[in-house]
């Protein structure tokens, strides 16, 4: 079982930057693929970003094309904790963004993740 705390949404001007965190529980965090997810009013959830830890200092990501080149996203498996930092926001980004946790190898597809948490509120104001 792994719980999962997001922080970090808030309020921000177009072109600004946010940095969410996403901590979480258990003792098998290194081996969970983690993504980001976010979801806007009338609109379906979609896939952000994901991280998967590859061993040593090699990790696999991958990103929507919306927020390539915008987004990054890292882990520190020592703390638990995701990251994703978000650079040149655009009132688009705006959404609930949701950390999930796949046991597996991880994809972009919202079922693959089994673990989810409650969501941090993202507001970019043009």
């Known amino acids: 079982q792994v719980q999962l705390v997001e922080s970090g949404g808030g309020l921000v001007q177009a072109g600004g930057s946010l940095r969410l965190s996403c901590a979480a529980s258990g003792r098998t965090f290194s081996s969970y693929t983690m993504g980001w997810f976010r979801q806007a009013p009338g609109k379906e959830r979609e896939f952000v970003a994901s991280i998967r830890w590859r061993g040593g200092s090699t990790y696999y990501t991958y990103y929507a094309d919306s927020v390539k080149g915008r987004f990054t996203i890292s882990r520190d498996n020592a703390k638990n904790t995701m990251y994703l930092q978000m650079n040149s926001l655009k009132p688009e980004d705006s959404a609930v963004y949701y950390c999930?946790?796949?046991?597996?190898?991880?994809?972009?597809?919202?079922?693959?993740?089994?673990?989810w948490g409650q969501g941090t509120q993202v507001t970019v104001s043009s």
């Open positions: 999930a946790a796949d046991p597996s190898y991880g994809s972009s597809a919202i079922g693959a993740y089994d673990y």
